[in-house]
Structure formats: structure tokens, C-alpha cells
């Protein structure tokens, strides 16, 4: 997208959040790689979302709640294939706060997901099962966007997943990977780059 174009647009960021980065429970190498990056990107765009990941004690998703359960390991859950995560992220933690360097004020909203404990929810637009909204939508469409920019961690789970879902839902749909990390797991990346490009995602 041009500069033109951007400021019509969205900045999703997506789960820049203490966890996530170098330190975290879960933390993406060079996480914190992505926070002056989006910083400059709030600038130029219409409005700015902020994602949370905001998970409370007894969330399906980490392995400490199943018996046995090895982090990183999966499961299937009625929703599909679960990657089993290490706990992190948990309502009101420093881990769940965002990076200290994140602007946040010229946040316009932000989004939690993840808080129902028997589904997870990497997308910004749906839990996991594909079809429970986390209001996003509508949101957006209120505001009368077309366009979302999306950026933040994890490229190949949470930033993926709601590029996907912004361009099935007929947002014009881009992903700045300068402002992305990614986990890769088990070849996730290359997976996650795969599936974006035939939803039509463009990767800038």
C-alpha cells in the first residue's frame, strides 16, 4: 500500500505485549524488534488498533492444565488441532502488559481475546473456532474502513491468522513483516507465509 493509501487504512498490532518478547514466557526472538517499527507506522494510518492477549489460570491452551502436557506439543480440542503453550500472558500480569516503548496512546481501541478459558484465540477477528467474533468486524466497519495494515508477533499464529481473516472478510489486507516476528515452529513460518498469500494477503 502507498503512504495515500495507508492513511485510509487500520494499523492492527497485533499481541506486542511483554511476554512476547526477550524476557517473556513465551518469548519471540527479536520481539521487541517490532515496537519503533510500528511506532513510526501508527503515524500514517487512520486508525490504530491494539490486540491483547489476556488469558486467565485455567485457559485451555497451556500445557500446565493437562496432565502430562509438554509445551509446544498438541492436542486436539473441539475446535481443531491446539498447540499446547507454556502459561503466559494471564489477565493483569506484567507479562500480559504491553512493551513499555509501545505507544499506546495513539491506540483508538484494543481488543482482548483469549479470555474464554476453553477456547484460544490468535485471530483479531475470531476465537478459534472461526466463527466467534471479537467485535473487530464491526468495529472497523462503524469507523467505515476498507483497509487494514496488520504487524506485531507472532507472524506465523496471531498476526497469520487475523491477516486471513481480514481478507476473507473483504478487508484490502497487508502485513508488514518489517514489523512482524515470528515463533516457527515445526516449519510454521513457511506455512503461515504460504496460507497468506493465497488468501490474498500482500506481504510488504
Not at 47 to 74: I, M, R, Y
Not at 79 to 104: K, N
Not at 111 to 136: C, H, M, Q, V, W
Request: aromatic share 8%; hydrophobic share 45%.
Amino acid at each position: 500500500m502507498s503512504e495515500k493509501q495507508d492513511k485510509g487504512a487500520a494499523l492492527i498490532v497485533i499481541d506486542v505485549q511483554n511476554d512476547f518478547c526477550p524476557g517473556g514466557a513465551l518469548a519471540v526472538a527479536d520481539g521487541d524488534a517490532v515496537v519503533p517499527v510500528i511506532n513510526r507506522l501508527m503515524k500514517s494510518h487512520a486508525a490504530c488498533v491494539l490486540t491483547q492477549d489476556w488469558h486467565p489460570p485455567e485457559h485451555a491452551s497451556f500445557a500446565d492444565n493437562h496432565k502430562g502436557g509438554a509445551p509446544f506439543s498438541t492436542i486436539q480440542m473441539p475446535y481443531g488441532e491446539q498447540v499446547l503453550w507454556p502459561r503466559h500472558c494471564m489477565q493483569g500480569s506484567a507479562g500480559a502488559a504491553f512493551h513499555p516503548a509501545l505507544d499506546t496512546v495513539r491506540a483508538d481501541a484494543v481488543i482482548r481475546k483469549g479470555f474464554r478459558a476453553e477456547i484460544d484465540s490468535y485471530s483479531a477477528f475470531f476465537e478459534n473456532d472461526r466463527k466467534t467474533p471479537t467485535g473487530l468486524e464491526g468495529y472497523l466497519r462503524s469507523r467505515g474502513i476498507k483497509a487494514v495494515v496488520l504487524a506485531g508477533l507472532a507472524t506465523d499464529f496471531c498476526v497469520a491468522w487475523s491477516a486471513i481473516d481480514a481478507a476473507r472478510l473483504g478487508f484490502r489486507t497487508e502485513v508488514r513483516l518489517e514489523g512482524c516476528r515470528a515463533i516457527d515452529l515445526d516449519g510454521s513460518l513457511e506455512r503461515a507465509m504460504t496460507a497468506m498469500r493465497e488468501a490474498g494477503v500482500t506481504l510488504g
